[in-house]
């Protein structure tokens, strides 16, 4: 496990903590502003980030790590405070322009989007991350390694501006006076994710609000104009799979559809929305409604519990899968990962009530007890743990009881 999946590993119960004291503020305060569905799948989502990230590293670290050994032009110490502090003000002003081309670049927003797709905006929205985004956002950070930045402290300073944002993704944090002018808070992060025509693409700064109001894209979070979160073609889906593909696939199938050889191309680079006006014309999208509903399928308490339970579960396998992740072989970590995203892609669909997504679950339950003492214990266990193997019999055993209980009840449609 590397620096980043440790302490992110060891950051998850911090999180949980915060997310659950937030719940409880909110609902002291009378705030609906957490639903069921809505939270798993961005922490499903954020899961999914993590998994995928292990797949990744020659991207995000390894091209670094080559760059700043054969191109840097200085050779900066690692052991200078100086050296930290502008690793940190370069990477957040590097991130700045990352997170402004993730809105103003449709293949950038193809793997930004994700963030945005809540139509709740709470601290597990800050854990909705993207499983595509290392694809290309390692350019935008080359600069560091190419004036010497060392491999160790590019790492840190990456860490620090992600889990700084963590916090500024709530709504029981007001205003802050003149923080709010200089670094990125509650109020300027809340302005963000906002769709109304007044905050869209604005307030890009991840620690500091300062580059905004530098480059003209700050504004102002206004209470006679509260915001409305989500995305301007809603997801309206707990697939997380189809949340980290929708934008690529709209754009893919515009592209085909294009007739010039220059809209195919163009689609990609062009601000998100663009399309090319004869497939516009062709296949026209509704418009924007700000006063849409939430999406919200309905669910019985009993299924909603169901869901957080099997989460719960998965999430401590995620968090076993990223401890193998140095050891393990590379065809063990791809079993583990199927398994993990064809888990919460199923629960995804569960949660939105779809038959399809209890087949699907029932269909895992059954391969979760089957594997331990079919496949000599689990993904990256050299020797077969009885213990386990029979609480994991047990428990797929119980909730597949469960779960066809609520079929007989007709909770689930397709």
Known sequence: MNTQELVITWATPVFFILIGLEM???RRRGLAIYRSGDAVNSLALGVISQIV????????????????????????????????????????????????????????????VVHHQSEHYNL??????????????????LPMAVLGIPLQVFVV??????????????????????YDRVFCSPSNHRAHHAVNDRYLDR?????????????????????????????????????????????????????WYARRWRDKLLIWIKPPGWRPPDVAARFPKPAFDIRRERFAP???RGVVVYGLAQFAVLLAMATHF?????????PVLLAY??????????????????????????????????????????????????????????????????????????????
């Open 124 to 141: 597990t929205t800050a854990l909705r991350q993207t499983a595509s985004g290392a694809l290309l956002s390692w350019i935008f950070y």
């Open 298 to 300: 309905p669910l019985p």
């Open 203 to 255: 307030n890009y700064g991840g620690i500091l609000i300062l580059w905004d109001r530098l480059f003209g894209t700050f504004i102002e979070e206004d209470d006679g104009d509260p915001p409305v979160y989500g995305t301007r073609a809603p997801l309206r889906s707990w697939n997380p799979l189809w949340a980290n593909t929708e934008v690529y696939w709209a754009t893919a199938r515009d592209a």
């Open 53 to 112: 990230a292990v797949f990744t590293k020659v991207l995000t670290i390894g091209i670094y790590a080559w760059c700043v050994e054969h191109l840097a032009l200085l050779q900066l110490p690692a052991d200078r405070v100086w050296v930290w502090l502008a690793a940190l003000l370069l990477y957040d002003f590097l991130y700045y322009w990352l997170h402004r081309g993730g809105h103003e670049i449709n293949i950038l927003w193809a793997a930004h």
């Open 24 to 26: 409880w503020l909110a």
């Open 337 to 414: 990962a199927g398994y993990l995203l064809a888990s919460l892609y199923g629960l995804g669909l569960l949660m939105e009530g779809r038959a399809t997504g209890r087949r699907l679950e029932l269909a895992r339950l059954l391969l979760t007890a089957l594997i331990p003492w079919f496949g000599h214990g689990w993904f990256g266990m050299t020797h077969p743990d009885f213990g386990l193997a029979l609480a994991l019999a047990l428990w797929s055993m119980l909730s597949m009881l469960a779960l066809i209980h609520k079929e007989r009840l007709g909770v689930f449609v397709d």
């Open 322 to 330: 990223l401890s193998l992740g140095a050891s393990a072989n590379l």
């Open 157 to 178: 300073v990456a860490l620090i501006d992600l889990l700084y944002q963590f916090w500024v993704h709530t709504e029981l944090v007001g205003r802050l006076g003149w």
